[in-house]
């Protein structure tokens, strides 16, 4: 329980980009019909909460496996988050930064002890017991996962 933090994050810069509509232009002066049928651009920040509060980082290791995280898999996390008490914040999978990096792991209260942990979602990874000491600087809380399929 007292295993070190894995470094296991790699921040993606992504934001909203201008996206033009190619559906319903028409150099004859009549909409093509299929224009009824066209969508506007999708906007990957529409899904989400707070978009201004909204980040991107890649998965590079298998210590959240078991959570339905693996390596190469997009994390997407809330920083509006990171002003939560820990304790409305338990059993939420979290971002924390330490000495740099960032690292994603669950925040919870092992049984039958009373201090706060992060806990891995594979064997191999150990979790990591937050000394009473210690400043746990959290950056967002995971709101949803971006796979890709091969």
Do not use: C
Request: glycine share 6%; no cysteine.
């Amino acid at each position: 329980m007292d295993g070190e933090l894995d470094k296991n994050l790699q921040k993606i810069d992504l934001r909203p980009q201008e996206l033009t509509d190619h559906y319903n232009h028409n150099t004859s002066g009549f909409a093509s019909p299929a224009a009824v049928y066209a969508r506007a651009p999708l906007n990957v920040f529409s899904f989400f909460d707070h978009p201004q509060a909204t980040y991107f980082f890649e998965m590079t290791n298998e210590s959240m496996q078991l959570a339905g995280i693996a390596a190469g898999d997009v994390v997407v996390v809330d920083a509006s988050y990171a002003s939560f008490l820990l304790k409305d914040l338990l059993n939420s999978i979290l971002v924390t930064e330490k000495e740099g990096g960032f690292t994603v792991r669950k925040l919870i209260i092992p049984p039958n002890q009373n201090h706060y942990a992060l806990q891995a979602a594979h064997p191999t990874y150990p979790d990591y017991k937050i000394p009473p000491n210690e400043t746990l600087t959290i950056f967002g809380k995971v709101v949803g996962v971006i796979k890709k399929f091969d």
